[in-house]
């Protein structure tokens, strides 16, 4: 079946722009995470969502970053005046039951910002 | 907090050799580990997961083994071929965070040359 899709693939933004960036999870899956990966570094985790309940924002790096899925399925990560050290790829993961679980994510292809 | 590291950070090798990707982490408390693969421009793809109570997962050619006392992983890659090029990445999912979310290391980037 179809996997994780994110849109759009490649963002660029000028410095102080909003951006929002969507992403379309497995069909029925519970768990939602967002990862931010800045160039040359492993992907850190931004904010989780349990259905349309985000349950941990502890990750978002400041007030700028807001994540949203009011319906339990699709998910979209604003960022608000952007500025150039927001510039990486945004990955977004689904997992079928609460992430407690033992369950595997799923990662989507990410959204690539490039802040100018 | 789960600090993961992979070692090398850079590989590159002649096709047909077998190698081995280190990662260590800091917290033994683990519910599993994962190993993915990440291609230029792309998402991550996983390839192989391994539950705490386990010692190893096999797929194809990989083989991956966990010793969660001593923190560490090895991901043994036989007979390299140049469509093995990509970087690896590893991730634990920490019993200390129980909302799921993944550490993940700096990943190593391979390069098999033909």
């Given at each position: 079946?179809?996997g994780?899709?994110?849109s ?7 410095r ?9 999870p497995i069909s029925?899956?519970?768990s939602l995470?967002?990862?931010q ?12 969502f349990?259905n349309?309940?985000q349950l ?6 400041s007030?700028?970053f807001?994540a ?5 399925s699709v998910s979209?990560?604003k960022i608000?005046r ?11 993961a ?7 679980d ?15 | 907090?789960?600090e ?5 950070a ?8 077998n ?5 260590s ?6 519910y599993?580990l ?7 421009g792309?998402?991550l793809?996983?390839?192989l997961?391994?539950?705490?109570s386990?010692?190893e ?13 001593s ?10 071929q140049p469509g093995?090029?990509?970087t690896?990445?590893c991730a634990?999912?920490?019993r ?11 990943g190593?980037?391979l390069?098999?040359?033909?």
């Open positions: 079946g179809a994780v899709s994110q759009p693939r490649y963002k660029v933004a000028k102080g722009q909003d951006v929002a960036l969507r992403c379309d029925g899956h519970v995470f967002w990862y990966q800045a160039l040359g570094q492993g992907p850190e985790f931004l904010t989780y349990q349309e309940a941990d924002k502890s990750g978002l790096p007030d700028r807001f949203e899925r009011p319906e339990g979209t990560l608000q952007t500025q150039q050290e927001d510039s990486a790829v945004y990955l977004c689904s997992s079928l039951g609460i992430a407690r033992n369950y595997e994510q799923y990662f989507g292809p990410g959204t690539r910002l490039t802040v100018t | 907090k789960q993961v590291t992979q070692i090398p850079a590989l590159s090798v002649p096709e047909g050799e190698l081995v990707l280190n990662c982490f800091t917290d033994s408390a683990i599993n994962q190993w993915f693969r990440q291609d230029p792309k998402g793809t996983s390839l997961l391994i539950q705490s386990q010692r997962q096999t797929s194809g050619r990989l083989n991956a083994s966990l010793d969660k006392s923190g560490r992983s090895t991901l043994y890659i036989a007979a390299s093995d090029s990509a690896y990445l634990v999912k920490d200390g965070s129980t909302l799921g979310r993944l550490y993940f290391g700096r190593t980037q390069t098999v040359w033909p």
